[in-house]
């Protein structure tokens, strides 16, 4: 049963749903579980047995949270294809989805198709930016979870097994720096510091705090592949 206390009137595609009735989700799930006994249920909004995990729209939430979510995002700021509404730039895709990852959630992007059914060519070229740094950074994203802290200026962290991601959001169209310092965690004197796309270790000082600083070559600062976040 939906309880009226969970429905924001102010949201257009909530202030029309019915409330107060019992579609017995129990029932529902009890059937669908005994063909697939794995599956995720999302009774969205309505927090309980049947939310399994949270699905925040159109935002990536500021904090980390203990329980599963998956961000909701459109490549626009409409849902449905809009005629000449403009698309969100590579730049910020990539790093909505790496705020998502460092904070422990998925990332869904949806894409409005056409009247024509076909995503358009702005469209096309963002999913295909998106494509050519996750083939160099995926690692980085699938399968990582969160490390805290998961953030330090323009730096947000992830975390596999033994190692620690630092991925550099560099603003659009920003010159990388030579120099970046991470204060937020000790160098180990045995651990080595990689570039993920890059064949070489990384050269990196010790500061008086604690942290480091690490030197970016100049043929990674001009490699147009990496502009948007290093890893």
Not at 4 to 17: A, F, M
Not at 52 to 71: D, F, K, Q, R, V
Request: charged share 20%; hydrophobic share 35%.
């Amino acid at each position: 049963m939906r309880p009226l206390s969970s429905i924001d009137s102010s949201v257009s595609w909530q202030k029309n749903i019915p409330y107060n009735q019992d579609i017995d989700i129990p029932k529902i799930a009890a059937m669908a579980r005994s063909k697939q006994p794995g599956m995720l249920i999302v009774d969205r909004t309505v927090a309980g047995e049947y939310e399994n995990y949270l699905t925040p729209e159109a935002m990536i939430p500021s904090e980390t949270n203990p329980i599963p979510w998956e961000g909701c995002m459109p490549m626009t700021a409409s849902w449905s294809y809009v005629p000449g509404m403009p698309n969100k730039s590579v730049n910020t895709l990539i790093h909505m989805l790496c705020n998502a990852v460092s904070k422990g959630g998925n990332f869904l992007l949806n894409v409005a198709p056409g009247p024509n059914g076909d995503f358009d060519d702005s469209s096309y070229h963002r999913l295909n930016e998106i494509g050519k740094w996750m083939k160099i950074n995926d690692e980085a994203i699938y399968g990582s979870t969160f490390i805290q802290p998961y953030k330090e200026g323009k730096f947000v962290f992830t975390k596999k097994q033994q190692d620690v991601y630092a991925i550099y959001l560099a603003e659009e169209n920003e010159n990388i720096p030579s120099k970046i310092t991470i204060n937020s965690f000790k160098r180990n004197s045995s651990a080595k510091i990689n570039l993920l796309g890059y064949n070489k270790t990384l050269a990196s000082t010790v500061n008086d705090s604690g942290g480091f600083t690490i030197i970016i070559p100049e043929t990674i600062r001009k490699n147009i592949t990496l502009k948007n976040a290093l890893v």
